[in-house]
């Protein structure tokens, strides 16, 4: 069975950009949630989906979006970078809500 | 607030040397806690999910155990390759019906041949 898939694994963008990111969870998983990882600051929840719905959102401001699609894949954007945002972006997919999270390998972003 | 708190930061062992990581926890009501392992450069990987003070569970030279206050990773005679990040997570309930996972900071082990 294939694990959570992400695209890309690394990407180098300017401030000011903005970048889309993306995951594939495993089949059959129908919850997906997305977090920032930085060295200072650890593993922060950034949002979560359901059935192409945003069930929970983290303290982030308003430049992270997220959206889920039907097929349960999941997309992430950031607008405006910053020097900030560079960290790794993790996606982990449950089978359904509040069980199990399983993570991929993450997108290492670079804002330069 | 909901906090994890996972010492020691870093821990230095000898192959075959045993020892625990500690995860002490503040949540408004427990849904679960969780272990993972990351190795540099890679997404955590899923070990154990625990619910219930009492709680054990095995896998190899890993135990983890769940009191009301507290969680630990035991690791009896390790391996170099258990060298990792060891991650502790809780759900709390008070966030409603959502699986967002609260981390500690996570335990740096290194065991050395």
């Known amino acids: 069975k294939a694990g959570v898939t992400q695209t890309p694994r690394y990407l180098i963008k300017t401030r000011g950009q903005q970048v889309t990111l993306s995951c594939s969870p495993i089949?059959?998983?129908?919850?997906v949630s997305w977090y920032q990882q930085t060295p200072g600051q650890g593993l922060q929840f950034l949002f979560e989906y359901f059935s192409e719905t945003q069930r929970n959102k983290g303290n982030f401001p308003g430049r992270f979006s997220g959206r889920q699609f039907s097929n349960s894949r999941s997309e992430m954007n950031v607008s405006t970078l910053e020097l900030g945002d560079s960290a790794l972006y993790l996606c982990a997919s449950s089978l359904q809500v509040a069980t199990e999270a399983f993570f991929g390998q993450g997108t290492r972003l670079t804002v330069v | 607030e909901d906090q994890v708190t996972q010492s020691p930061e870093a821990l230095r062992l000898q192959e075959g040397e045993s020892s625990s990581l500690n995860c002490s926890y503040t949540v408004s009501g427990l849904r679960g806690l969780f272990w993972y392992r990351q190795d540099p450069g890679k997404g955590p990987e899923f070990l154990f999910t625990l619910y219930s003070a009492g709680e054990e569970k095995e896998k190899e030279r890993l135990k983890a155990t769940l009191t009301k206050k507290e969680s630990f990773l035991h690791i009896t005679a390790p391996k170099p390759e258990d060298s990792a990040t060891y991650l502790c997570a809780v759900q709390a309930r008070g966030s409603g019906n959502t699986g967002k996972l609260i981390f500690g900071q996570g335990t740096t082990l290194q065991v050395k041949p």
């Open positions: 089949s059959g998983h129908r919850s």
